[in-house]
């Protein structure tokens, strides 16, 4: 039986593997990004902490992930969109980090401005985040107060 994620390894020429398809099942359910440890939670014993650190590192290096850092300097997982590849990223893309439940969001609908470099500097990646208290923990901070 095909699993969900075979076309998307295929097309990356990946070996389709239950780890990877399991990594990738977990972070198309996620409304906001995944870090490591919160993976490691989450799937359990089923991969090891080296083979969950290399299908990170490889999905990566493909373009079918990203890697976001929080305001705590840890790294964090999401979906790529379809116009990233294996040498170039397109998630030039606002990252919010809500400082009340810690959720990290691409905010694929607003764009990061363009930036002028000085003369003789070329940018290979841009990246913006911003922190402040999701829709989520708003609605429900208005809740109770």
Known sequence: MARKFDHLLEKHNLKKTAPRNSVLEILSTRDVATSQPDLEGIIGKDID?????RILKTFEEKGI???IIDINGTANYAFCHGDCSEHHHQDEHI????????GVYCINDVSIPHINLPQGFSAHAISMIVSG??????????ENA
Request: charged share 20%; proline share 0%; glycine share 0%.
């Open 133 to 142: 208290v999701c829709d989520k923990c708003q609605s429900s901070s208005e």
């Open 65 to 67: 992930i990203h890697k």
């Open 49 to 53: 902490r080296v083979t969950l650190y």
């Open 95 to 102: 990252h919010f980090n809500c400082v009340s439940c810690q």
